[in-house]
């Protein structure tokens, strides 16, 4: 388990202007956090609609799959866009909620970067078992990714729920 010094400073380093939830940046830090792990995902979205429609040529079924993770990118997306963390004064959290916080964080960046490395890798080349089975491991992410959003809002809602 990291420090929260080292999660604050690997996560600065992929997410520009992030400061750690220091000094109320609660709602502020929350949100480039949302936004980056958004624009991933995004971007992993564009490229399966692009590849979509070749392979719907050749192959219907895997086309299909490939329209399934399309949407699943969509729903996680926006999960990601509906409001986060907002606090009307300074939001002050605690030592271990802030660890467990940035360990999802992490965790939550790492996950999407990992679906679009899988997004990156399906071509219209692989042979069709084999681009089936990197379609499902996308898909696989995409619903982790999902849970972790979900765990992450739950633990911001208790934190802010928590500040007085």
Request: charged fraction near 30%; proline fraction near 4%; aromatic fraction near 4%.
């Amino acid at each position: 388990m990291s420090s929260i010094p080292q999660l604050v400073e690997k996560i600065a380093g992929m997410v520009p202007g992030f400061r750690g939830y220091s000094g109320g940046s609660l709602s502020a830090d929350d949100q480039l956090i949302r936004k980056k792990v958004s624009l991933i995902l995004d971007e992993a979205r564009l490229r399966v609609e692009r590849l979509e429609f070749n392979v719907k040529r050749k192959n219907v079924s895997l086309g299909l799959r490939l329209d399934d993770l399309r949407i699943e990118l969509m729903k996680a997306s926006q999960l990601l866009k509906q409001p986060g963390a907002s606090s009307p004064g300074k939001a002050s959290i605690d030592d271990e909620s802030l660890q467990r916080l940035l360990e999802e964080d992490l965790k939550l960046i790492s996950t999407a970067s990992r679906i679009f490395e899988r997004v990156v890798a399906l071509t219209p080349a692989l042979e069709p078992k084999e681009f089936l089975e990197k379609v499902n491991e996308a898909i696989s992410l995409v619903v982790e990714a999902e849970n972790v959003i979900r765990e992450r809002d739950n633990l911001l809602k208790r934190v802010l729920l928590e500040t007085p």
